[in-house]
């Protein structure tokens, strides 16, 4: 059973539009949340977080909206670039888990000129 | 270079074969995993080590088997691997407890079983 749901597989997006990226997962226990990038031949690299005690966090380009009541969280980027071209992995921890790292299957961005 | 080394970066072996991956870490990290990534499937959390000591096993076949000589270090032995085993081994590491920026990730072993 998937705690952490990606149900875009891929999205496309023009150059310098705003790049929406969604994620749902399923365990309310879990209270912190990531965004990671993946290139392709490149591990993962983590790109923004938010704790459950807020409902937004931004950095730069990017912003994290999380709306616990319905267990939903998305990712902004605004304006898109063509390096944002890549795979992101929503994922999501709980303290009293060991925080173990659960990951959604990731969503494949398309930057369009 | 994320500061988590992975080698090889390519591996091809057949279903007899023994041959090992290797994740390096000196980013002062106590904690070492190995996932896997398969194709349209989420990554696989396979095995967690915390201060050198295997914390979780989760369900993974026995033809896996980890290793962590030191909290620097980190071996995954494969054995009589089937081709559905195929797909990307990722190895991350992180600061236990410190859920700052979760996990750094190695840039994986892209393993092909024929």
């Known amino acids: 059973d998937q705690q952490v749901k990606q149900n875009s597989p891929s999205l496309s997006v023009q150059e310098g539009r705003i790049s929406i990226l969604n994620c749902d997962y399923t365990?309310?226990?879990?209270?912190?949340f990531l965004w990671y990038k993946k290139y392709p031949a490149e591990g993962p690299t983590f790109l923004i977080s938010?704790?459950?005690?807020?409902d937004k966090n931004e950095d730069g380009r990017f912003t994290v909206f999380l709306n616990k009541s319905a267990k939903h969280l998305s990712l902004h980027i605004v304006p898109s670039q063509p390096g944002d071209s890549a795979v992101y992995f929503c994922?999501?921890?709980?303290?009293?888990?060991?925080?173990?790292?659960?990951f959604g299957k990731g969503t494949r961005l398309h930057i369009l000129p | 270079e994320t500061g988590v080394t992975q080698t090889p970066r390519h591996l091809v072996m057949g279903m007899t074969n023994k041959k090992s991956l290797k994740c390096e870490q000196h980013?002062?990290?106590?904690?070492m995993y190995w996932y896997k990534q398969s194709a349209k499937k989420p990554l696989e959390l396979m095995f967690v080590?915390?201060?050198?000591?295997?914390?979780e096993n989760n369900s993974v076949p026995s033809r896996f088997s980890p290793e962590c000589p030191n909290s620097s270090h980190l071996f995954l032995h494969l054995h009589t691997l089937q081709p559905e085993d195929s797909a990307l081994y990722l190895c991350?590491?992180?600061?236990?407890?410190?859920?700052?920026?979760?996990?750094?990730f190695g840039s994986g072993t892209r393993l092909t079983v024929v």
């Open positions: 991350a590491s992180s600061q236990a407890w410190d859920r700052g920026y979760g996990y750094t």
């Open positions: 365990n309310s226990m879990f209270d912190y």
């Open positions: 938010i704790s459950s005690i807020k």
């Open positions: 994922a999501a921890s709980a303290l009293n888990r060991d925080d173990k790292i659960i």
């Open positions: 980013l002062g990290h106590n904690a």
């Open positions: 080590y915390s201060l050198e000591e295997r914390v």
